[in-house]
């Protein structure tokens, strides 16, 4: 598995050291693009035990839009700023991916690879050949933050060749987030078969923003599905409410079942696949080395967290929070409230953040058990040094790149490979050089 893949494929190779990033290169991070925001883990003990805890001044200069609301504990924000040793190497393996959303690898390293609008699925070669669209996928809502999202490769993918993914579904009366499986049949021209549709996210609503959508497996085989609030008025006041999926994160088996040992499971007043509830927009979700799941959301303006997610657990949207609307009005009377649990950090002025890893390879030891997160707004990756379960560390990598960065996973080989969010999406790679 540590067999590094010495095959450069492509076009551009492009360089940095890691540790040249400045605060003089930093781009405006607090300024969202038109659409409102569109952004879905593992860990231990991130920081090797004889690394001292990080001090100094946090990475982050800009004022924040919320003044008046201030952390919950010390390092809940603003954690200070970090910067990797190693020198980075960033190749791009392929473009021409219109608005690319997720990477999934298949077990012979091939990645599939989604396109958000057009929902198509592509497999991409280690060297950056692209197939022709897998046929079979059924439509989607393409519409602003809808289209095909999320994409995983099943558990027992190696003999049930089955794959996994989210989109926005249309419907009669409105749309929702669905989540589908079926086998690849790979060749000349790929396509599915035996689709089944395993969750379709309730009540169906019309709305194309805050889809949710990530897809995590745990190693026991469960799928855990990140879901949006809608941002419609009438969706964001279901985010607490246990008889409405929406602002949910859900676990299910992969036929579509519910697992009995889920917290809310008997329940009258509660849909059974509910795991967590509270949550705005996730579009950053990965598990830690001890199994356990994070997630990063899209919070309003000043306002996206990072969370450890529990089960039967409330993380407190649209009630608590430390953001405002975009218009700078305010949403919460305070940033604390009985039953809700407190984010582990939060960022305002905020990053926009898609797509995440815990990073558990041996390409970068420095690396180990560190937060990866795509920013969309903040165009960098994002990296977070945990201890304790506390963020006592952030960097911001790779903003030469000038992209917005949608999606970050951990390649086989222990590389990072990122998805850039545009017309012309870029598939990266980044390496020790
Ligand atoms: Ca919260």
Known sequence: ????????????????????????????????????????????????????????????????????????????????????????????????????????????????????????????????????????????????????????????????????????????GGNGLAVARAKLVDGAKPRIEGLKVIFRMQPTLESTLHAGGRLVFTPDGLLFITLGERSVMEGRVQARDLKSDFGKIV????????????????????????????????????????????????????????????????????????????????????TQGPGMEQPVYYWDPVISPSGMTIYSGDLFPEWKGNVFIGGLSSQALVRLVLKNDRVVGEERLLLDQDSRIREVVQGPEGALYLLTDERNGRLLKVTPR
């Open 1 to 172: 598995m540590r067999a590094f893949l010495t095959t450069v494929a492509c076009s551009t190779l492009l360089s940095f050291a890691g540790t040249a990033q400045g605060q003089a290169a930093r781009k405006p991070t607090d300024q969202r693009g038109n659409l409102a925001p569109d952004r879905a883990a593992g860990s231990q003990q991130s920081v090797p035990l004889e690394e001292p805890t990080p001090t100094g001044a946090p990475v982050e200069t800009a004022p924040p839009n919320v003044p008046e609301f201030k952390p919950a504990f010390a390092g809940q924000t603003r954690a200070p700023a970090v910067k990797t040793r190693t020198a980075l190497q960033v190749t791009e393996v392929a473009s021409g991916f219109n608005h690319p959303w997720a990477i999934a690898f298949l077990p012979d390293r091939r990645m599939l690879v989604t396109e958000k609008p057009t929902g198509k699925l592509f497999i991409v070669t280690p060297q950056g050949k692209k197939s022709a669209p897998i046929e079979g996928l059924p439509p989607v809502d393409g519409r602003n933050q809808g289209g095909l999202l999320d994409v995983e490769v099943g558990p027992d993918s190696a003999t049930s060749g089955l794959i996994y993914w989210s989109y926005y579904e249309p419907r009669e």
């Open 251 to 334: 676990r299910i088996r992969p036929d579509g079942s519910i697992p009995q040992d889920n917290p809310f499971v008997g329940r009258k007043d509660a849909r059974p696949e509910i795991w967590s509830l509270g949550h705005r927009n996730v579009l950053s979700a990965a598990l830690d080395s001890r199994h356990r799941l994070w997630e990063v959301e899209m919070g309003p303006r000043g306002g996206d967290e990072l969370n450890l997610v529990e089960a039967g657990k409330d993380y407190g949207w649209p009630t608590i929070g430390y953001g405002e609307e975009y218009s700078g009005a305010r949403i919460h009377k305070s």
